[in-house]
């Protein structure tokens, strides 16, 4: 948030918990709803509005890297007429408040009321924020609130916050569907086998199993039906340098792997599909210098000619190429998807979160003797 937008409310909040009480509460249960869903409590007629608009485009843009594209997240637009629908709204996983403050609205009257006067002044003087709160009233929760006089205020500070507000939705995300995919089970034997063999792992859920296991690469697969599957693999090298690591490198990389390894039964092989857009962007994978991504996949052969001839099969990737410097390896981690017939940017977040539990050897030590210290 640029500093001319940055509000520093001292007091914001204290009004709502001596009303509510939740937040004295030392045990908080579990935010309920869907994964995937962002409840936006906002009156109708800005949600739709230009203020609707802003919304869905900075917190639900379409994900043009998917088969057919579908949105960021779902978004719940939801007024607050009275208490009794505020207690079910509260209960809520991902929220964000978007009513203007100069609104005569029950939705803009609930926020004033959570701030006291000196920030309701500074707000309707023209210091739009953006205030963040996590476990507000449940644990693994996400609360978001837009302060603005009007409408335009909201929206402004909304582009401006759009993309870490998306990123912050984007990490709880992971770390409640994380909590989901391995309350059945992990394979701990899997994992250690990882740090012996190769000095890394990943978390192996319950279900998937070992494909490949040879130098430098490991390919964990999930077969849910013949005709539905989920896989990831890491590849890493000793050869790399940062200065190498490019989108351009980690997607010549994974074309290597896939020929080499992700073979169909007639001689096939996965490769990127070209065809349809990639998006990449420089991240802090883990706290290492890395990249994310982001594209389609289809089965090709080889043509009389040489040339590539695609073989019907294929679906989203998410690529996470970084470099661990306390080891000198450079990794490359690949989740693929293909499930014909059903939505696919919750599977492929599965893929994103088996590829964020990675550790190294080190780090897997490290943890377990804290974990040991701790009483």
Same mark, same amino acid.
């Given at each position: 948030m640029p500093k001319s937008r940055l509000l520093l409310l001292a007091a914001v909040f204290v009004a709502s918990m001596a009303a509510t009480g939740c937040e004295s509460l030392s045990y908080k249960p579990k935010a309920a709803g869907r994964e995937g869903e962002i409840t936006v409590v906002i009156d109708s007629t800005h949600w739709n509005g230009p203020l609707g608009e802003v919304l869905k485009e900075e917190l639900a843009p379409w994900i043009a890297t998917l088969p057919a594209p579908e949105p960021y997240f779902d978004l719940k637009p939801t007024a607050l007429p009275n208490q009794r629908i505020f207690e079910g709204v509260r209960a809520l996983k991902n929220l964000v408040f978007a009513a203007p403050l100069g609104d005569d609205t029950q939705e803009a009257r609930f926020i004033r009321s959570r701030l006291d006067s000196a920030a309701v002044e500074a707000v309707m003087g023209g210091r739009a924020a953006v205030i963040a709160r996590r476990d507000l009233w449940r644990e693994d929760q996400q609360v978001y609130y837009l302060l603005g006089a009007t409408a335009e205020d909201v929206a402004q500070v909304l582009r401006e916050n759009g993309e870490q507000i998306r990123y912050a939705f984007n990490a709880i995300t992971r770390e409640r569907m994380h909590e989901d995919m391995f309350e059945k089970g992990r394979?701990?034997?899997?994992?250690?086998?990882?740090?012996?063999? /190769?000095?890394?792992?990943?978390?192996?859920? /319950?279900?998937?199993?070992?494909?490949? =296991?040879?130098?430098?690469?490991?390919?964990?697969?999930?077969?849910?039906?013949?005709?539905?599957?989920?896989?990831?693999?890491?590849?890493y090298t000793d050869e790399a340098t940062p200065a190498d690591l490019t989108p351009e490198w980690i997607?010549?990389?994974?074309?290597?792997?896939?020929?080499?390894?992700?073979?169909?039964?007639?001689? =096939?092989?996965?490769?990127?599909?070209?065809?349809?857009?990639?998006?990449?962007?420089?991240?802090?994978?883990? =706290?290492?210098?890395?990249?994310?991504?982001?594209?389609?996949? /289809?089965?090709?052969? =080889?043509g009389p000619d040489g040339t590539q001839v695609a073989a019907g099969m294929g679906g989203p990737f998410v690529t996470y190429g970084f470099y661990d410097q306390d080891s000198g390896r450079t990794y490359v981690i690949d989740g693929m998807v293909f499930a014909p017939g059903f939505e696919k940017r919750d599977f492929l977040r599965q893929m994103e979160v088996i590829a964020w539990s990675f550790r190294t050897a080190a780090e897997a030590e490290a943890d377990s003797l804290r974990r040991a210290s701790t009483p």
């Open positions: 394979q701990p034997d899997i994992e250690q086998r990882l740090l012996e063999t /190769h000095g890394f792992a990943v978390d192996a859920q /319950h279900d998937y199993q070992v494909a490949i =296991d040879t130098t430098q690469f490991v390919w964990l697969r999930r077969i849910v039906s013949p005709d539905s599957w989920r896989s990831l693999f890491v590849w997607l010549a990389a994974r074309n290597r792997l896939t020929r080499t390894h992700v073979n169909g039964n007639l001689g =096939d092989y996965v490769t990127v599909d070209e065809r349809r857009p990639l998006e990449w962007e420089n991240i802090n994978f883990l =706290d290492r210098f890395g990249y994310e991504v982001r594209g389609l996949w /289809h089965m090709v052969g =080889d």
